[in-house]
């Protein structure tokens, strides 16, 4: 089962209620559902003349059907709709909440964010609190638990990824097999192609729902695709210790961060990887990275004394920080992008918080670097 797009796909149906739809044949001058081929998942919307709904479903041939998986929103507050009699429109579309901008205000420090991923888990929750599952071994808010692991292992894994399905994938470091939990709280272990000591350090979710880890010692790519095959590819570029977390460009290619590779490696839609040159490099610079609201990726500083930062357009380019790691090491590790554009470093052995502002409404301006001293007066 693959997530399939396709463009000028529209039909109607006249099913009502909460589940599956039929589908009807193909308007005039646009593309069948058939075309997103059977067993596959895709985007849908349907529209009737006040309801509609927005989600994912998987399209199945037989019948031409299309279910309804996970809703990103609809006219019901965001839940599924009953629909009403009479004939709905039903089209392929991606929907704004799936885009790489829309992602959450959240870090994509090490782990990569995409927020058809969390919609897909949030749904999948709701639905289940709805009917009276109970996720995990706790339910109860504010109570701290534990549970139990599978597979376990000193620094066995390295950041974790959210699938579409609500699966977490741990990212393998030094673990020989993958481990994740489900949406119902499960955890179970899988086999990997590749493994090696102090492999990936890292992962970030494709807009076709593959998961790659980002390579640290690998010298192969590894990835789950939505389907929970794992399979590897070919690197441009390999190394001891080379990149540390990935962000996922607005474009869709996937950045991995360097932290003492020469060079940057990204991976694109189609899945081709390649290199190009940084501004800035050498031993431990950067662990992970954040997309600004412009498109800008910031790579985040360890041991660096400037800033780099990749842009929409692909230029690399470096800035002044006010606060460095001179004599002190591993200043930072991780960002953070706050609702009004800011990016907070995350600090593991500075003295001063420092942040820098994306925002172009700023005062200041996009792109300054400001510190926060912690002794100022």
Known sequence: MALVLKN????????????????????SGYQDF???????????????????????????????????DFVFGSSNNGALVDLAGGTKDVLCAYPAAAMPLGVPYCDDSEIG???????????????????????????????????????????AYSGGVLAPNGDIY????????????????????????????????????????????VPFIANVGQKISAAGVVSTYSLVYTG??????????????IHFVPFSANRGQKINVSGV??????????SGLYV??????????????????????????????????VYTGAGVGTVYVGGVLTPNGDIHFVPRAGVRGQKI???????????VCLSSFLNKF
């Open 8 to 27: 000028k796909v529209k039909t109607t149906t006249t099913s009502t209620g909460t589940g599956a739809i039929t589908l009807s044949s193909a308007v």
């Open 34 to 68: 058939s075309v997103i081929g059977n067993g596959n998942e895709t985007y849908y919307v349907i529209r009737g003349s006040t309801q509609w709904e927005v989600g994912k479903g998987t399209y199945t041939s037989s019948g031409s059907s299309l279910s309804r």
């Open 113 to 155: 964010t995409d927020l058809s991923g969390w919609t897909a888990f949030q749904a999948a929750l709701n639905n289940g609190v709805a009917s009276g599952t109970t996720f995990g071994n706790n339910n109860t808010n504010g109570v701290v638990s534990t549970y139990s692991l599978v597979y376990t292992k000193v620094d």
């Open 170 to 213: 741990f990212v393998p470091f030094s673990a020989v097999v993958g481990q994740k939990i489900s949406a119902a709280g499960v955890v179970s272990t899988y086999s990997l192609v590749y493994t090696t000591g102090d492999a990936y350090a890292g992962g970030v979710l494709a807009p076709n729902g593959d998961i790659h880890f």
């Open 240 to 253: 001891s210790g080379t990149y540390q977390g990935g962000v996922l460009a607005p474009n869709g290619d």
């Open 273 to 282: 990887v390649s290199t190009y040159s940084l501004v800035y490099t050498g």
């Open 288 to 321: 992970g990275g954040v997309l600004a609201p412009n498109g800008d990726i910031h790579f985040i500083l360890y041991e660096a004394n400037r800033g780099q930062k990749i842009s929409a357009a692909g230029v690399v380019s470096t800035y002044s920080l």
């Open 357 to 367: 502002s994306t925002n172009p409404g700023s005062p200041l301006g996009p792109g």
